[in-house]
């Protein structure tokens, strides 16, 4: 039920554009993004709703395919503190706004952006 | 606002002994969840918790429990640590347990040798 996140890794020059992919194989609730650098925590990114809701950071772009069951982080004009592991967490719900629920994450794309 | 915290920020363990993790949440964040993540791979969950109650519970063993107090802040607990519980642990918090944005803090560093 793991997510799958593709490419594996990805290596820019500065000021290029970069698409992450992230698909499941079960009904989402909701796409969360995270770029995580080395020894540190995961930081938020963004977040799409089943509805078509979105709320994260002005200078990043996502979509979410309800359809497919995929979602994607476009990452344009790379700056090197863009650098990192990207992850997508993936909920499944729709119980109700207190009820449980979990993140499930991918492995991960290692983004380089290289001056 | 302060943002999530956690204690300690490495811990050094050997085999068989127990830790124990603590977080504080947000300011006005009701639901904590905890995550184990492994060198190189994306965060698994453990445990969510909601208004002092376990709402979700990850595919972990019995060795982890958790809890959450009136102040929301919680403490993870691993007990029997093996050489395979070395990790960064994580604690995320949120408003409600669906559809919101989870914050992480900064982790703790388990090594167990």
């Known amino acids: 039920q793991q997510p799958v996140q593709s490419p594996q890794a990805v290596i820019l020059r500065e000021g290029e554009d970069a698409v992450i992919n992230c698909s499941s194989s079960k009904a989402l609730y909701s796409v969360h993004w995270y770029r995580q650098k080395h020894g540190e925590a995961p930081v938020f990114l963004m977040i799409?709703?089943?509805?078509?809701e979105q709320k994260g950071h002005e200078k990043i772009s996502a979509s979410f395919n309800e359809k497919k069951q995929q979602s994607s982080l476009y990452l344009t004009a790379s700056q090197l503190s863009y650098s990192g592991t990207y992850f997508c967490?993936?909920?499944?719900?729709?119980?109700?706004?207190?009820?449980?629920?979990?993140?499930?994450f991918g492995e991960g794309t290692q983004l380089t952006v290289n001056p | 606002d302060a943002g999530v915290t956690q204690s300690p920020t490495h811990l050094i363990k050997t085999r068989g002994q127990h830790v124990t993790l603590r977080c504080s949440p947000i300011?006005?964040?009701?639901?904590v969840s905890w995550y184990q993540q492994v060198l190189g791979q994306g965060p698994q969950f453990i445990f969510q918790y909601y208004e002092k109650e376990e709402r979700g519970r990850g595919n972990f063993p019995d060795r982890f429990s958790a809890r959450q107090f009136p102040n929301y802040s919680s403490e993870l607990n691993v007990n029997a640590l093996l050489l395979g519980d070395s990790a960064l642990y994580l604690c995320?918090?949120?408003?409600?347990?669906?559809?919101?944005?989870?914050?992480f803090g900064p982790g703790t560093r388990l090594l167990v040798l």
């Open positions: 995320a918090s949120s408003l409600f347990t669906q559809r919101e944005t989870q914050y």
């Open positions: 967490g993936t909920e499944r719900g729709g119980r109700g706004e207190t009820s449980g629920s979990r993140l499930t």
């Open positions: 799409l709703l089943k509805g078509g």
């Open positions: 300011s006005g964040h009701k639901s």
